[in-house]
């Protein structure tokens, strides 16, 4: 190649389609078999990633746990918008995160949820917004890409089994999966070149009990004290000692 072309192209502006391409910002996730394989090292913070779940209860939550923890390290909170399960307290105090800086906001409508999302990912003080909406049209999720980039939130998208969709605004997009008591994640769509083989990740690194699905016997998450009309506006916070 000639160098005076090899001097432009080494330039950190320029991207080439066979490399990850460069984020202004990202957010290391702990493991870093995962962050070599995400353009910039890391979760993308002030942009949206869409987890793709073939099977529930696998380690999802437990795969964000570093990440979430360092975001609060930093003063910011955490927002989860209608989580499917009950969150488990101690298993996420455990993990090391403060109950007093996560927000979940359950008991409202779709809509009403969307709402809450996209206000949380626009918030300063919001570190990572989590949604379980059926959010499925190309004009919702572009954006709420916006939104995450304007208030440089780590958006997460779940997309639970069923509810897989084939095209995203999403810059980043993973299917996760169990391969012989590991995390097998997929990199179906980033900035840079496919990558022909999963990842694989031992969670037993990262701390604190599951989070979800609960124990067998246990309700699934009901609908909140808070009346749907105010659940939009008022996250319902977990206390230090008992999930509610």
Not at 7 to 20: K, N
Not at 29 to 58: N, Q
Not at 180 to 206: F, N, S
Not at 233 to 241: A, V
């Amino acid at each position: 190649m000639d160098p005076v072309l090899a001097s432009l192209l080494s330039h950190p502006d320029i991207w080439r389609g066979d490399d990850c391409a460069r984020e202004p910002a990202s957010l290391p996730s702990g493991f870093p078999e995962l962050d070599a394989a995400l353009p910039g090292g890391g979760w993308p913070r002030g942009a949206l990633t869409e987890l793709l779940l073939e099977r529930e209860g696998i380690g999802e939550l437990r795969l964000t746990l570093p990440a979430l923890t360092r975001l609060q390290a930093e003063g910011r909170s955490i927002v989860w918008v209608l989580p499917p399960y009950r969150p488990h307290a101690p298993g996420l105090l455990a993990a090391g995160l403060d109950l007093s800086r996560l927000i979940v906001v359950r008991g409202c409508t779709a809509a009403e949820a969307l709402w809450a999302y996209e206000q949380a990912l626009r918030a300063p003080e919001c570190g990572a917004a989590f949604g379980w909406m059926q959010a499925r049209e190309e004009r919702v999720v572009r954006r709420l890409q916006v939104a995450a980039r304007e208030g440089r939130t780590w958006g997460v998208l779940w997309r639970r089994p069923g509810q897989r969709i084939t095209g995203s605004a999403a810059p980043l997009r993973l299917s996760l999966d169990s391969e012989q008591g590991k995390l097998a994640l997929r990199i179906l769509k980033r900035r840079g070149a496919e990558l022909a083989r999963p990842i694989t990740i031992d969670l037993t690194r990262a701390p604190g009990a599951p989070l979800y699905p609960l124990p067998t016997g246990v309700p699934p998450l009901g609908r909140s004290s808070v009346s749907p009309s105010q659940s939009h506006r008022h996250g319902t916070r977990l206390p230090h000692r008992k999930a509610s």
